[in-house]
């Protein structure tokens, strides 16, 4: 069976200053699952993310795209999302998505096309027109997910994708991301909410720049006989100050 | 390349769509330009002179009471601490000059005034030679001819008596020669010839130069810097690094964006201060623009540079007076030619010195191309340091393999 790792992290280190934020971390992806990443805020899955990315050198360790190191050409394939919204705040919500679309190389009818689709995905087709100012944290958050969807890539990186949108429009955006990897995709995400934790195939606990459990969440509950994800964490903590 | 375009038309649509920021870039320099040419175009004003003790004095035709109120000493001292007049002259001999000396301008204008009646004076004194040596120069003459009517009698008596020592002492005697006809009176005004402008030229042609320049560079330089550093803060440069965009198509994208604003920008700013303002300009206006673009591009780039040193905009603004201000005392605006040798090597560093000396040198002196390659050429070199370092900064936070 020929099994290929769109994201493939090996003994990653990074420190700011004193300060270690990664501790030999490994991860490995497989394609089309839904990984998610969780833990505590500070314990390093933002840089764990952008390392993984290229966004950011690792002090040691490797990173590899598609199973090679990571090209310019491998971002075509690549979908990101950051904590902030990262959108222009003076353009429409058409403009923006035609720039960033653009830059990935896309263009003609097939661009506008995708635009409106990738709209419509997170409810936000009748908005086009309006500049970003004018939008709300929940609007300005769609489209910053519309964004890293336009180029139909393979692989997703979405930091904390749901922060601050409401219960009805998150729903909808995990139908989204069940719908894209029924096409395929591979898809990583870091979140806080715990019930989002249970859609995913494979969760990794990071804590303190540590991968301290991974796996499926219901074995992983199982492991510990715990009933809930949350409780892996304390459990683990429980079981550290035995030793 | 598609890239490339795509950054740039992002920016200009950016720029479009930001009213305030369009208004800022043009309209402002145009306001503030209007101010400096009020403040440094105006005629200064004739300074308040007077006189005293002047009743016996000859030399009071030099000056003329429409130029200088005739005042009693007391009167004088009076209105001069009233600041009513700039200054008095004395003309009791020799002449003294009081001057209310608190503004250094004034003082100027108030000497080269004065100094020009001096002139008067001097040939009021020249005049009374003239007269006094044309009085003794008569005298004289008056007794050379009572000498030589003594002169013919006697030769008469040795012709009759003996003529032979005559004709001995008429050929020994020297040849008297002519006296030579009188030189024609020398002018006393100068005439003054301009290699480069004329006498219209005022402190707004000479600053007009410098003042572009400087404006050009400080918006593009705001502007620049903020556009680049918010790519920063609001994350859309990281978007654009897990892009396949290339390191040099985001650095260029902006040269090309911002560059074809300051193309619209550099032209109306010239026009306006050529064809509205009648700044003095004998040079083409496309020279003109050629280096105000030029430079423009030195300031979007060092912008961008700096702009990697600031984690917000109000440390963007920070480097105004760092970056801008000392270039404006350095530009040319001012003559460091007496400053220390240190701080003219700090003004060789700055882009506005060599904006201001290649467009003094298309717009008063008007030489062509040959005049300004150079400062070009070293603003060109600028921006392609600047440019490169900016790429090399990009490269470095982004460890992907090209």
Known sequence: MNVSYPVKGEHLHKRFKNQIVLDDVSLTLQEGEIYGLIGPSGSGKTTLVRILLGLEKADSGNVELFEQRPTLNAFRSLGYMAQSDALYNELSAYQNLDFFASIQGMGGKEKKQRILEVAKSVDLEKDLKKNVAQFSGGMKRRLSLAAALVHSPRLYLLDEPTVGLDPMIRRNIWTLFHYLKGKGATIIVTTHVMDEVAQCDRVGLLSEGKIIAQGAPRDLMAQYGVPSVEEIFIAIEKEGAKK | ?402
Not at chain 2, 106 to 125: D, E, H
Not at chain 2, 236 to 252: C, E, F, G, H, V
């Open chain 2, 1 to 402: 390349m598609r890239n490339l375009f795509a950054m740039a038309r992002r920016i200009i649509h950016q720029i479009v769509r930001d009213k305030r920021t369009l208004a800022l870039l043009i309209i402002a320099p145009l306001l503030i330009l209007t101010l400096v040419w009020y403040i440094f175009g105006a005629k200064a004003s004739e300074p308040n002179l007077a006189i005293i003790h002047y009743k016996s004095s000859d030399l009071l035709p030099a000056f003329k009471s429409a130029d200088y109120e005739r005042m009693s000493p007391l009167q004088a001292r009076q209105s001069l601490a009233d600041k009513k007049i700039d200054a008095y002259v004395d003309l009791k001999t020799p002449v003294k000059v009081h001057l209310e000396g608190s503004d250094p301008s004034r003082n100027g204008l108030a000497m080269s005034k004065i100094q020009k009646s001096m002139q008067a004076v001097q040939q009021i004194n020249v005049k009374k030679m003239k007269t006094e040596l044309t009085g003794a120069i008569q005298t004289q003459q008056k007794t050379i001819q009572a000498q030589q009517q003594t002169l013919r009698q006697m030769t008469e008596v040795m012709q009759r008596y003996a003529p032979s020592a005559l004709a001995t002492i008429m050929q020994n005697a020297p040849k008297g020669e002519k006296p030579h006809a009188a030189a024609a009176p020398e002018k006393v005004k100068l005439d003054v010839t301009y290699l480069h402008g004329n006498d219209d030229l005022n402190t707004f042609d000479s600053f007009g130069p410098a003042m572009v320049g400087i404006f050009v560079f400080l918006f593009i330089f705001m502007i620049g810097g903020v556009s680049f550093l918010r790519e920063r803060t609001t994350g859309t440069l990281d978007r654009l690094m897990a892009s396949p965009i290339k390191n040099y198509q985001i650095i260029w994208g902006y040269m090309i964006g911002f560059g074809l604003f300051v193309i619209v920008q550099s032209f109306i700013l010239t026009c306006y201060i050529v064809y509205v303002l009648n700044i003095y300009d004998i040079g083409h206006l496309l020279d003109v623009l050629i280096i105000v673009f030029i430079l423009s591009f030195s300031a979007l780039s060092l912008s961008i540079l700096l702009s990697t040193f600031a984690s917000n905009e109000l440390q963007m603004f920070q480097f105004i007076p760092l970056v801008i201000v000392p270039q404006v005392f350095l530009s040319g605006l001012f003559p460091i030619d007496t400053l220390p040798g240190w701080v003219r090597a700090l003004g060789n560093l700055m882009p506005i010195h060599y904006s201001t000396e290649a467009l003094r040198n298309i717009m008063i002196r008007g030489t062509g191309f040959s005049g300004w390659w150079f400062d070009g050429l070293i603003l060109v070199l600028f921006s392609i340091v600047f440019i490169a370092i900016n790429i090399l900064v990009i490269r470095a936070s982004r460890p992907v393999v090209d």
